[in-house]
């Protein structure tokens, strides 16, 4: 298991230390125990891993944020972050990864703070063991940056005991809905009403007129597995809701805060490690009697993406750190948000043409990594949504 150091130096540490122990113990972990040879088949056939999942958990990665009362690793954020960094270096699945780190870093959270001890007995235990598998779902067809837009809606009808909820809706694009026992779902009790109207749910997978529809193909991270989910009329009690009925906005916004960025942690893992591979590439690498990587052009393009790299990580750290203290962390972490997102596909596309032909075919897993980056500036608050954030808090209006 991972042991969370309980020092308050460790995140000065965790920002000078490219070789922090504690993600260079998991990098070794995951190159050793979650390497696995059909990664390319898998990836075309867009297939999930689950026994690299089950692998994870019962190192403790998949609950390191969690309390150990639930089983979890009870790791601070920046424990968490060096964890799921170390996790990007060395597993290649970067689907695998990213259905990890979106569990860890806004379910589980969410159910933390705001789930009843019930709650928490029931999901956040198997959650964190690998037993039970979640699914956030907020986004639909028409409701996506205008989150608050959602249709998804829920009936109050009560009985002579307890309000009882009817939920009836579609959610597109849920991150692990194909694999998941629970749906945490927003959802509105009067479109009109906007952010006030909104309340979160949970719903195991098995209640009746929960549908999820087959896999969706994307073009990246492949093998976490993604679908729409429909709800008709779907029968919940209070002991559905999370937190309190009307509470839904503000948990989003918890969830949304620092989480957004939190989840491109592995991200620049994978980054420092595409980094290492087109450093020894252009090293081996010959043309016209000498190493590529004596060519000015191909050793700027490396002193670049070490520049990304760093830039990404000092931002992704100084979020986590504000957020760690309580200060204010939304600009932050929006800025860490964008920094690593388009500076990985950014580097990626120097990665491809660093390594030439080799970086365009599939068999030496260079291409894959532009493809499992570009979502990055989707998921979470696309680019523009997370420049808006900067731009208010710079005291520009927008929406
Ligand atoms: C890999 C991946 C995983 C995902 N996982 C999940 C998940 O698990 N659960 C879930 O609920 N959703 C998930 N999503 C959906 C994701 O949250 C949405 O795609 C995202 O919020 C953007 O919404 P949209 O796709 O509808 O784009 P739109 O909101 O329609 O945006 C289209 C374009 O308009 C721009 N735009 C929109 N509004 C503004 C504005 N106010 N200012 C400036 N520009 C604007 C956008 O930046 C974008 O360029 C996932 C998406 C991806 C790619």
């Known amino acids: 298991m991972i042991q969370p150091q309980d020092d308050s130096s460790l995140a000065i540490e965790a920002l000078i230390d490219l070789d922090h122990p504690i993600k260079v113990d998991v990098a070794k972990w995951a190159a050793e125990n979650l390497h696995d040879p059909a990664l390319a088949d898998r990836d075309q056939a867009c297939e999930f891993w689950p026994e690299g999942w089950q692998r994870a958990a019962d190192k403790g990665i998949t609950g390191i944020l969690v309390d150990p009362v639930y089983g979890g690793g009870g790791a601070d954020v920046i424990t968490g972050l060096l964890t799921y960094e170390g996790l990007g270096y060395g597993c290649r699945d970067a689907g695998l990864v990213f259905g990890l780190i979106t569990q860890a870093w806004t379910m589980q959270p969410l159910l933390a703070q705001f789930g009843s001890e019930e ?3 029931r999901y956040l235990s198997p959650l964190c063991s690998g037993d039970k598998k979640g699914a956030f779902c ?4 028409e409701s996506g940056s205008d989150t608050f837009a959602m ?4 009936e109050t009808v009560s009985d002579n005991t307890e309000e009882r909820y009817l939920l009836s809706g ?4 849920v991150t692990m809905a194909p694999e998941a026992d629970l749906f945490m779902v927003f959802a509105t009790s009067n479109p009109d009403l906007g952010q006030w109207g909104i309340t979160v749910f949970l719903v195991d997978a098995d209640t009746p007129g929960l549908t999820v529809s087959s896999n969706r193909p994307k073009m990246g991270l492949r093998t976490t597995p993604f679908a729409d989910v429909t709800f008709e009329n779907c029968e919940l009690g209070p002991e559905n809701v999370l937190g309190s009925v009307g509470s839904g906005a ?3 916004s918890n969830a949304m805060e620092s989480e957004r960025a939190f989840v491109l942690a592995s991200q620049i893992g994978a980054m420092e490690y595409q980094l290492d591979q087109a450093v020894s590439y252009t090293r081996e690498r010959r043309q016209f009697d000498q190493p590529i990587g004596d060519f000015q052009a191909v050793s700027h393009r490396l002193a670049n993406m070490k520049l990304r790299h760093d830039n990404a990580r000092l931002q992704l750290y100084r979020a986590a750190i504000l957020h760690s ?3 204010p962390s939304m600009a932050a972490a929006a800025l860490a948000k964008i920094q690593a997102s388009e500076a990985s596909i950014a580097s990626s596309v ?3 043409l660093t390594h030439g032909a080799r970086g365009y075919v599939t068999e030496f897993g260079v291409e894959q990594d532009l493809r499992n980056v570009a979502g990055g500036m989707v998921y979470g608050g696309t680019s ?3 420049r808006n954030i900067v731009a208010r808090w710079l005291g520009n209006r927008n929406r």
């Open 384 to 386: 523009d949504v997370q």
């Open 170 to 173: 579609h959610k597109s694009y």
């Open 350 to 352: 120097d990665a491809v």
């Open 138 to 141: 907020i986004t639909e067809a």
């Open 119 to 121: 709650q928490k007995q």
């Open 325 to 327: 203290v309580g200060k």
């Open 250 to 252: 503000s948990l989003f």
């Open 151 to 154: 249709t998804t809606q829920f």
